[in-house]
């Protein structure tokens, strides 16, 4: 019945839509802007930022979290599936880390509950990291640069898993994307759009996306099955929420995905299985909605959808703190 009401929601958006009026307030539009990040903790931020570039935290000394969320490429790794410990495949999409603090829940399958949460996962999956975080410890307890920080950090010389993540996710909330077209827009500037990208927006409202790519992030604050209308074939791998909560109504839903910066985020869906926004615009309509949308509508989206794409937040590579004789080594097997 849950996702029922999602269907319901879409016939009432659809017999409601209005089109929106050039110089009125945009207040009660379903997206909104987003807002730049103020930082509190700049040498919690900063030290996040070296855990987020160092590689050491991972088995091999080889992958860091960068290397699946490169923030050079949208925070994501433009792979229809990231490339982990060994070569190994993961069996999922790798999610944008911009504006990743928005979202409800952390993984496509929401099984980590903040950014904090989910920053520990990897560093312990055999088939990311593949380490543990007893070994990602006692590689920064080796470093005396490290020691030195989260001392300065946190005011104790022993590093726990708790403070790494910790800092990690501190770093990552400073990942927003502000200032985009649309927010221009959104925030009454007329000219920030041209005329098709507003029928671009005017389509995405009257054809329901708003019903589930709503709010800041345009996106990622709920979970919804795909192929809610017409079932999706392509993947058999992953079951999504299923795998947290074992209940049969969860079986392929995932969690909504934002579209902020989405032409920059290729391949899309969880399986990574379509790399033209064109076919994702279509797709979608037809297995979520059940509404047709032909060539000329899905160009006007797609347009609207790159006035989405925000100022990227310019981050300089840290200088990491030197390994010592004592530093565990990297291990390859």
């Known amino acids: 019945m849950k996702y029922l009401i999602v269907i319901v929601s879409t016939v009432l958006v659809l017999a409601t839509a209005v089109a929106t009026v050039p110089g009125a307030s945009r207040d009660n539009e379903p997206l909104k802007p987003i807002e730049p990040y103020k930082v509190t903790q700049p040498a919690k931020v900063e030290l996040g930022k070296m855990l987020f570039f160092d590689p050491r935290l991972s088995k091999s000394g080889f992958i860091s979290c960068n290397s699946c969320h490169n923030l050079a490429t949208g925070g994501v790794d433009n792979l229809p599936s990231s490339i982990g410990h060994k070569w190994q495949l993961g069996p999922i999409n790798s999610p944008t880390v911009f504006n990743a603090s928005y979202n409800i829940a952390q993984f496509w399958d929401g ?12 560093i312990e999956n055999p088939m990311e990291m593949a380490g543990s975080h007893s070994l990602a410890i006692e590689v920064l307890q080796s470093i005396p640069g490290y020691v030195k920080i989260f001392k300065n950090v946190y005011g104790t010389e022993k590093i726990n898993i708790n403070d790494v993540t910790d800092a990690i996710a501190e770093f990552e ?26 029928a671009g927006y005017e389509l995405f409202k009257g054809k329901a996306c708003t019903t589930c790519h709503m709010g800041a992030a345009v996106g990622g604050s709920l979970f919804q099955k795909m192929g809610l209308v017409k079932p999706y074939t392509k993947d058999t791998k992953t079951l999504g929420r299923y795998e947290v909560t074992k209940q049969e109504s969860d079986k392929y839903v995932f969690k909504v995905p934002t579209l902020r910066n989405v032409e920059l985020t290729y391949p899309y869906f969880h399986d990574g299985s379509l790399w033209d926004l064109k076919d994702v615009v279509k797709t979608m309509a037809d297995i979520q909605l059940g509404i047709p949308v032909n060539d000329e509508e899905a160009d006007k989206i797609v347009a609207f959808l790159k006035t989405l794409t925000g100022t990227i937040p310019e981050v300089s590579i840290p200088i990491l703190p030197p ?10 097997d």
């Open 173 to 198: 909330k400073t990942l927003v994307t502000p200032d985009s077209r649309f927010d221009q827009w959104l925030k009454g500037d007329d000219k920030a759009i041209t005329k098709t990208e507003l």
């Open 323 to 332: 390994s010592v004789p004592s530093t565990p080594r990297p291990q390859m």
């Open 111 to 122: 099984r980590s509950k903040d950014l904090q949460d989910q920053a520990g996962g990897p």
